[in-house]
Nanobody
Framework: QLVESGGGSVQAGGSLRLSCAAS????????MAWFRQAPGKEREGVAA?????GTIYIADSVKDRFTLSRDNALHLQMDSLKPEDTAMYYC?????????????????WGQGTQVTVS
């Protein structure tokens, strides 16, 4: 089970920190990621991590503003937020690398947390 927290409303230029806590796993999933989906738009991968090595991938669209970190949870630090960052943000996990890349074929999803930037 993945549980997101930290969403909310913020003015443009502000910051938010999202967190994703994983529970019920025998071992930590090998891959964890953040996705977002704005109304009327396709889901977009934002950031991902290979937990066993700490290797991080950030989408080009946000890499100058978002950072990913992990301790007991997976955190997405979002700075210099823009109205176009408004979306539902989801945490997801998978065990294995997929040929589609960092954001392909995640099989476990959280409920999401809303981020609104005005």
């Amino acid at each position: 089970q993945l549980v997101e927290s930290g969403g909310g409303s913020v003015q443009a230029g502000g910051s938010l920190r999202l967190s994703c806590a994983a529970s019920g796993y025998t071992t930590t999933p090998n891959y964890m990621a953040w996705f977002r989906q704005a109304p009327g738009k396709e889901r977009e991968g934002v950031a991902a991590i290979l937990t066993t090595r700490g290797t991080i991938y950030i989408a080009d669209s946000v890499k100058d503003r978002f950072t990913l970190s992990r301790d007991n949870a997976l955190h997405l630090q979002m700075d210099s937020l823009k109205p176009e960052d408004t979306a539902m943000y989801y945490c997801a996990s998978r065990q294995y690398w997929k040929s589609g890349g960092w954001f392909a074929e995640y099989d476990t999803w959280g409920q999401g947390t809303q981020v609104t930037v005005s």
